[in-house]
């Protein structure tokens, strides 16, 4: 179906960008405000930087949580407020509607979205696609526009996709769609509007100039200067094994409390057009653009020790540099077959001695996993490399615990160039900035992400309280679900936490859904794969697709399949 592959950016970019280390100065007043040499179509309207309540540099909601299997945020579409599944590994929005009739929708209680009132269709279609070659989902329906709230930010006419049909983990596990927050060249939804909408496309002259009024809610945020810097930064709270932590997403400016200096920056890794990325614009003819959240890794340490490289081929492409997505949507830590088998195999001698078995583990070894990035090791905590073994104890008495975060996954190819994929048990572990940087010009401020780690000195004496803890409830880890909140803040300029405006969104709170440790809907185990039959939740893993041959498509009925692999 797409004519164009993908690629790593040379060597001689990454150097230039390798030096980056701290939130790059602003090189324009806005990052929003950009000059751009084409006929701008009308603009679209938002709400005001400044409500009366002083200048309004971003926005912040606190994040729902079951089970550390699927993080949530309540998000405001038209009339309907709903949780929605928090996804940096894709870059659309889109809710299920009374339309759909799976099995999986009929699974989900969260409200949905009411698409008779204020949904204006575009005329559109597009078909999703989710996940690696063993959790592949799919999401379907109408693409359109009507007014969204995300951490009190709102924009009036933002693109999502109305969904009729989907089986999206998702939807099974409770929430009512996707929010990615991905690169625009990620949006198969923006994609399909502009299509739709505009009879006569300029290549992808008309695709970027597009992003302004047909892109992603924050790529949107930021062109149209609604907030005052281009990020956004996430942190996940621990509702498994020892329940703490806090979850939330800042749009706009740095989470209150953290410093600059203590956060490590790194370039994003581009993708060159030559081998299916996006193709610059004619007034921005040398650009390379982004197309995930995806960064370079130095190596992969377990217990102190570097682990040995993988020695696993890329799909129909040279090896690529060792790289990461860094990816919210995804419930584990994914990475080359034949490393983590050498993970598992060192930390339970079950697996050990049969690779087929389950990776199970006395509760008190305690183990660092670690990822090595612009030069510095951010370990997962001991508490996020197990989960709930399955039995209460062992033989000898003692909790047991199971390396269950770990799996295999598919081999790096065009268009997926990352071997590892960082999920939650990584972000619950270390706060991660996400900076788009310049969207219609990279190479004036490139995208980069910021990491600093959340990892106690003391993480595994509080693997040990817990595993005490579930020693005397009979083997068992506590564990809950949180819902996602519906109350969200401004960030105003000068103002302290206390002093933010809070902004009820309207609507009922969504409720938390139950999952236990087995998981919701998990597929057949792919012995092909270590941990392959582990319960996960993984949405936009990788892309099949260029988005350029979407946009230069002769569109008959206005109805396209997309993927988004």
């Given at each position: 179906?797409?004519?164009h592959t993908?690629?790593?950016?040379?060597?001689l970019?990454w150097?230039?960008?390798?030096?980056a280390?701290v939130l790059?100065?602003?090189?324009?007043?806005?990052?929003?405000?950009?000059t751009?040499?084409?006929?701008?179509?009308?603009?679209?309207g938002?709400?005001?930087?400044?409500?009366?309540?002083?200048?309004?540099?971003?926005?912040?909601?606190g994040l729902?949580?079951q089970q550390d299997?699927?993080y949530?945020?309540?998000v405001?579409v038209?009339s309907?407020?709903?949780?929605?599944?928090?996804?940096?590994?894709?870059?659309?929005?889109w809710?299920?509607?009374d339309?759909?009739?799976?099995?999986?929708?009929?699974?989900s209680?969260?409200?949905?979205?009411?698409?008779?009132?204020?949904?204006?269709?575009s005329?559109?279609?597009v078909?999703?696609?989710?996940?690696?070659?063993v959790t592949g989902?799919?999401?379907?329906g109408p693409v359109g526009?009507?007014?969204?709230t995300?951490a009190a930010?709102?924009?009036?006419?933002?693109?999502?996709?109305?969904?009729?049909?989907?089986?999206?983990f998702a939807?099974s596990?409770?929430g009512a769609?996707i929010?990615?927050l991905g690169?625009p060249a990620?949006?198969?939804?923006q994609?399909g509007a502009?299509n739709?909408?505009?009879k006569?496309?300029?290549?992808?002259?008309?695709?970027?100039?597009?992003t302004?009024?047909?892109?992603?809610?924050v790529?949107?945020?930021?062109l149209?200067?609604?907030?005052?810097d281009?990020?956004?930064?996430?942190?996940l709270?621990?509702?498994?094994?020892?329940?703490?932590g806090?979850?939330q997403?800042?749009?706009g400016?740095?989470?209150?409390?953290v410093?600059?200096?203590?956060?490590?920056w790194?370039?994003?890794?581009?993708?060159?057009?030559s081998?299916?990325?996006?193709?610059p614009p004619s007034?921005?003819?040398?650009?390379?653009?982004?197309l995930?959240?995806e960064v370079l890794l130095?190596?992969?340490?377990?217990?102190?020790?570097?682990?040995?490289d993988s020695?696993?081929?890329?799909e129909g492409?040279?090896?690529p540099?060792?790289s990461?997505?860094?990816d919210?949507?995804?419930?584990?830590?994914r990475?080359?077959?034949?490393?983590v088998?050498?993970i598992?195999?060192?930390?339970?001698?079950?697996?050990?001695?049969?690779p087929?078995?389950?990776?199970?583990l006395p509760?008190?070894d305690a183990?660092?996993?670690?990822?090595?990035i612009g030069?510095?090791?951010?370990?997962?905590?001991?508490?996020?490399?197990?989960?709930?073994?399955?039995?209460?104890?062992?033989?000898?008495?003692?909790?047991?615990c199971?390396a269950?975060?770990?799996?295999?996954?598919?081999?790096?190819?065009?268009?997926a160039?990352?071997?590892?994929?960082?999920?939650?048990?990584?972000?619950k572990?270390?706060?991660?900035?996400?900076y788009?940087?310049?969207l219609?010009?990279?190479?004036v401020d490139?995208?980069r992400m910021?990491f600093?780690?959340?990892v106690p000195?003391?993480?595994?004496?509080?693997?040990?309280?817990?595993?005490?803890d579930?020693?005397?409830?009979g083997?068992?880890f506590?564990s809950?679900?949180d819902a996602?909140?519906t109350?969200s803040?401004?960030?105003?300029?000068?103002?302290?936490?206390?002093?933010?405006k809070?902004?009820?969104?309207?609507?009922?709170?969504?409720?938390?859904?139950?999952?236990n440790?087995?998981g919701?809907?998990?597929?057949a185990?792919?012995?092909?794969?270590p941990?392959?039959?582990?319960?996960s939740y993984r949405?936009?893993?990788?892309?099949?697709?260029?988005?350029?041959?979407v946009v230069?498509?002769?569109?008959?009925?206005?109805?396209?399949?997309?993927e988004?692999l």
């Open positions: 179906m797409f004519a993908w690629c790593a950016l040379h060597v970019v150097a230039a960008l390798a030096s280390s790059p100065q602003r090189l324009t007043p806005r990052k929003g405000a950009i751009l040499p084409f006929t701008r179509y009308p603009k679209i938002v709400t005001a930087r400044d409500d009366g309540g002083g200048d309004v540099v971003g926005g912040k909601v729902g949580d299997l699927f949530s945020v309540a405001t038209g309907t407020t709903t949780s929605v599944n928090l996804d940096t590994g894709s870059a659309d929005l809710v299920i509607t339309a759909c009739q799976t099995a999986e929708c009929k699974q209680n969260a409200p949905r979205y009411d698409d008779s009132k204020s949904f204006r269709p005329g559109g279609t078909n999703l696609s989710f996940g690696d070659s989902t799919h999401a379907n526009r009507d007014t969204v995300l930010l709102t924009l009036e006419n933002q693109t999502l996709a109305a969904v009729t049909d989907t089986n999206n939807v596990s409770g769609g929010l990615g690169f990620q949006s198969f939804v994609a502009i739709a909408e505009i006569n496309t300029i290549g992808t002259d008309t695709f970027v100039e597009q302004t009024n047909s892109g992603p809610i790529p949107r945020l930021i149209l200067d609604e907030i005052d281009p990020l956004f930064s996430i942190t709270q621990r509702d498994t094994i020892d329940v703490s806090e979850g997403i800042t749009i400016a740095l989470p209150e409390g410093d600059n200096s203590s956060i490590t790194v370039p994003v890794r581009l993708y060159d057009p081998n299916g990325g996006l193709s007034f921005a003819a040398g650009e390379v653009y982004p995930r959240w130095d190596g992969v340490f377990l217990d102190g020790k570097k682990l040995a020695t696993q081929q890329a492409i040279p090896n540099s060792l990461a997505l860094i919210t949507g995804n419930s584990l830590i990475g080359p077959n034949d490393v088998v050498n598992l195999s060192a930390v339970s001698p079950a697996f050990a001695a049969d087929k078995a389950r990776p199970i509760c008190s183990h660092t996993l670690a990822f090595q030069g510095k090791l951010f370990p997962v905590d001991p508490r996020d490399f197990v989960a709930q073994g399955p039995t209460s104890a062992d033989a000898t008495g003692e909790v047991v199971a269950d975060n770990v799996v295999g996954t598919d081999a790096p190819r065009s268009g160039l990352f071997s590892w994929n960082l999920g939650d048990p990584f972000l572990s270390n706060l991660v900035v996400f788009y940087g310049n219609t010009h990279p190479s490139p995208p910021g600093m780690s959340l000195s003391n993480a595994d004496d509080l693997l040990d309280d817990a595993v005490d579930a020693q005397k409830a083997g068992n506590e809950t679900s996602a909140p109350a803040s401004l960030i105003r300029e000068g103002a302290t936490e206390s002093a933010a809070i902004t009820q969104t309207p609507g009922s709170q969504p409720t938390a859904t139950q999952t440790a087995s919701n809907g998990a597929q185990p792919n012995p092909t794969q941990n392959a039959g582990t319960s949405y936009g893993q990788s892309q099949r697709g260029n988005i350029l041959t230069l498509q002769s569109i008959v009925s206005l109805a396209f399949s997309l988004l």
